[in-house]
């Protein structure tokens, strides 16, 4: 499957960003996904996971009650919903599906990865 995240830019602290990630090739119901999250001089580190039905969701402590995923999997596209954005969320946003779901992912357990999109928060 094709992963392809959409949506970064500059937004002042404070603002909203919504990311989407399109696949292609294959249906994305069949996979867990993940928004992961890259800032310069860090490691990959976890956003949020959502499970193939979209009925279960989690977040990393850093985001959450701030930011929502969600999926529509007759468009084949996950989305994550950034609300009262911090200048330590500048990254670059990835995109990731795994055959399975789990609460919490790890950058190693997913098969695929979209290229990544670029969330500058300004202060």
């Known amino acids: 499957v094709q992963l392809q995240a959409s949506g970064g830019g500059l937004v002042q602290a404070g603002g909203s960003l919504r990311l989407s990630c399109a696949a292609s090739?294959?249906?994305?119901?069949?996979?867990?996904m993940g928004w992961f999250r890259q800032a310069p001089g860090k490691e990959r580190e976890f956003v949020a996971a959502i499970s193939q039905s979209g009925s279960n969701t989690n977040y990393a402590d850093s985001v959450k009650g701030r930011f929502t995923i969600s999926r529509d999997n007759a468009k084949n596209t996950v989305y994550l919903q950034m609300n009262s954005l911090k200048p330590e969320d500048t990254a670059v946003y990835y995109c990731?599906?795994?055959?399975?779901?789990?609460?919490?992912?790890?950058?190693?357990?997913?098969?695929?990865w979209g290229k990544g999109t670029l969330v500058t928060v300004s202060s």
């Open positions: 090739g294959r249906t994305l119901s069949s996979y867990g």
């Open positions: 990731a599906a795994s055959t399975y779901y789990s609460g919490v992912y790890y950058p190693r357990g997913m098969a695929y």
